[in-house]
């Protein structure tokens, strides 16, 4: 099983099959655009820059379940994500990652890669307050905050989680690994 098995709901109509992205390099993340975290959509859109006419896209995947921090419509999430970052990756339809309700896709994200790797005093604290405001958080793989990033490999395996403290810009080098075809370090 890969996430070439799902299908997930566009920001406006119908679905997108994730089969489409075969032999592509993929950074899925769960986003909002009311958190301390939402700078980080700038950095996301580098990457989308410097990598996407080497095989790489990003699906983001807004999410209203921490702190209510990703209100309004589809439509008004992605206006505030292009004029404020000007953002031009692949949006989809807000979704639950936590729950009874969460993504199919985001069941198989957690279970493929259900650590998150937290290093560094300041990324361990922010991480500690995060976990103590999240409700939705129920098991160690759940979800813990938005900008949780999944890194998919040409193949469509899950191969590295990182947790919302880390900026897209240090995932730089392990883009570029997988578009080389490499693997990346333990």
Not at 59 to 83: K, V, W, Y
Request: hydrophobic share 35%; proline share 5%.
């Amino acid at each position: 099983m890969s996430i070439y098995d799902f299908k997930v709901k566009k920001r406006r109509e119908g679905e997108f099959d994730l089969a489409e992205l075969k032999g592509k390099v993929v950074l899925i993340v769960n986003t909002a655009t009311g958190c301390g975290f939402t700078p980080q959509y700038e950095g996301l859109e580098k990457l989308y820059e410097m990598y996407h006419d080497k095989g790489f896209e990003i699906l983001d995947f807004p999410c209203n379940q921490f702190m209510g921090q990703a209100p309004g419509s589809d439509e008004e999430i992605h206006r505030f994500c292009t004029a404020k970052y000007k953002t031009q990756f692949d949006q989809m339809a807000k979704i639950e990652v936590n729950g009874e309700n969460e993504s199919p896709v985001y069941t198989f994200l957690k279970q493929q890669q259900p650590d998150e790797a937290v290093t560094g005093v300041k990324a361990k604290a922010a991480m500690k307050m995060v976990s103590k405001l999240s409700k939705t958080t129920k098991t160690p793989a759940d979800i813990k905050w938005n900008f949780t990033k999944f890194l998919v490999d040409k193949d469509g395996s899950v191969v590295k989680r990182y947790n919302p403290t880390v900026e897209p810009k240090v995932i730089s080098k392990d883009i570029v690994a997988l578009l080389k075809g490499e693997e990346l370090p333990e």
